[in-house]
């Protein structure tokens, strides 16, 4: 599933901050990152080396916060086998027989629980 949030995450980085998202597929509540500053924003290089240096520590940083972010999606989003897309925890059920988001299931005319209730579902 990783590989797949991977390819989904949406690169939002500027030259000072690192900022991903990804949305459900189903609600379409977007699920980012909080935002992380490169250590080197408005730090001007003195020297072509230094500049060269500056862009390799980038690459390094944005790698990282991609990273983190990857791992920050999968904690609330799940893949649904049905449809193949990827859902947030308060559309995907967990079911008797096959875990699904709630459209699947519906169609399937199965029933479920979902990973994280809606808020408006506790207080009932």
Same mark, same amino acid.
């Given at each position: 599933m990783k590989k797949l949030i991977e390819l989904m995450l949406e690169n939002l980085s500027t030259r000072d901050v690192f900022l991903f998202r990804i949305a459900c597929g189903a609600c379409g509540k977007?699920?980012?990152n909080s935002p992380v500053r490169f250590s080197k924003a408005?730090?001007?290089p003195q020297t072509p080396k230094k500049a060269a240096l500056y862009e390799v520590?980038?690459?390094?940083e944005l790698e990282t916060a991609r990273l983190s972010a990857v791992r920050d999606a999968a904690e609330h989003?799940?893949?649904?086998? $049905? &449809?193949?897309? !990827?859902?947030c925890?308060?559309?995907?059920? $967990? &079911?008797?027989? !096959?875990?699904?988001?709630?459209?699947c299931a519906s169609a399937?005319?199965?029933?479920g629980?979902?990973?994280?209730?809606?808020?408006?579902e506790i207080a009932i």
């Amino acid at each position: 599933m990783k590989k797949l949030i991977e390819l989904m995450l949406e690169n939002l980085s500027t030259r000072d901050v690192f900022l991903f998202r990804i949305a459900c597929g189903a609600c379409g509540k977007e699920y980012g990152n909080s935002p992380v500053r490169f250590s080197k924003a408005e730090v001007i290089p003195q020297t072509p080396k230094k500049a060269a240096l500056y862009e390799v520590l980038y690459a390094q940083e944005l790698e990282t916060a991609r990273l983190s972010a990857v791992r920050d999606a999968a904690e609330h989003l799940n893949y649904c086998p $049905i &449809c193949k897309r !990827l859902v947030c925890n308060r559309c995907f059920l $967990i &079911c008797e027989d !096959l875990d699904m988001c709630k459209q699947c299931a519906s169609a399937m005319e199965e029933t479920g629980i979902p990973v994280v209730p809606d808020i408006l579902e506790i207080a009932i």
